[in-house]
């Protein structure tokens, strides 16, 4: 089992940046592929960005390659998602998840993961 806290929503003007963290704890957590995701009001939960869990291979959604970036401290069981050229499509409530071992495409999808965050607001305004 592990835990998953997030931390570092907030509100930022259009073109800014802002880093989300994700602090996993309890057993070998540091063996779970990490993801994030966003929800948007009335929309469906949506792939942002994924991490193998050997941090080999990172996954992006089109929307945000390029100005987006996942990263890894195994040192501190911490993922992050370093968000820049922000955008007001870009707001939404940001999750992240974990799936042990996991790797590869599958990670773009919700039904790869079996533990999730209790989710940051991101709001970018115009």
């Known amino acids: 089992q592990v835990q998953l806290v997030e931390s570092g929503g907030g509100l930022v003007q259009a073109g800014g940046s802002m880093r989300l963290s994700c602090a996993a704890s309890?057993?070998?957590?540091?063996?779970?592929?990490m993801g994030w995701f966003r929800q948007a009001p009335g929309k469906e939960r949506e792939f942002v960005a994924a991490?193998?869990?050997?941090?080999?291979?990172?996954y992006y959604a089109d929307s945000v390659k390029g100005r987006f970036t996942i990263s890894r401290d195994f040192t501190k069981n911490t993922v992050y998602l370093q968000m820049n050229s922000l955008k007001p499509e870009d707001t939404a409530v940001y999750y992240c998840?974990?799936?042990?071992w996991g790797s590869g495409p599958t990670l773009a999808t919700t039904a790869a993961y079996n533990y999730w965050g209790q989710g940051t607001q991101v709001t970018v305004s115009s």
């Open positions: 998840a974990a799936d042990r």
């Open positions: 309890g057993r070998a957590s540091g063996t779970y592929a």
């Open positions: 991490l193998s869990w050997s941090g080999d291979n990172t």
